[in-house]
């Protein structure tokens, strides 16, 4: 049987994800940036908590992990390079590892860049990326310890990922990032659709997410850095593509 996910919005503008095994019972908690939305969607879906599975240390990724970790006793899957800043941790992962709940595995994706220690979750076999703060809808995230040739050569790496994988981020910035991303590629048709499309959903109080690996490898400029047309755009025609993507980031940061 494959997964089942469940997506739903915590805080102002963070995305809760459960990951449901038909198989087994379990169920996964990607992240918990708070407690009560979190325990609230799976009792509405009739699940319970079995693990809890951290793309990153910051607090509005951990902060409900306690709370979920003490009503479910469920158990903590992190980077083991950041254990000494997220909650609780049971189960130390590596990139380049696998991370595994019931009868589901992924691989865990060294995704360096916004945090260091960042990791994705990729389930090959229901295809379905948890990548956190690191590849959003139109955008990615920002640079807070990582350089800009990390985070480009991560999500080379997520751009590689099948195009039908769905991909579960950490926040609904589309809209936001959409704005951006038409100044940067102005000529892009799919983006321009795709703009329009996430105006429709955002004006309706729908998410725009999951969005998948084909459609932002059309759209969302971060992962086109070393597209002729945007590095033109830039006035950066013939550099190199993490230059392109530095200088994408640096643009986007004074948006
Ligand atoms: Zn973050």
Redesign the pocket.
Known sequence: MTAQTHQFMCLSDNFGLLIHDPATGKTAAVDVPEAAPVLAAAKEKGWTISHILVT?H?A??VQGIAEVKQATGAEVIANGADAHRIPLVDQKVAPGGKATFGSLVADVIDTPG??VGHINYHFPADRILASG?TLFSLGC?RLFEGTPGQMWEALKVLRALPDDTKVFC?HEYTASNAKFAVTVDPDNAALKARAEEVATLRAAGRPTLPTTIGREKATNPFLRADDAAIAATLGMAGRPAAEVFAELRERKNKA
Do not use: F, Q
């Open positions: 990153h910051h509005d990724h916004h945090t703060d995230g950490g």
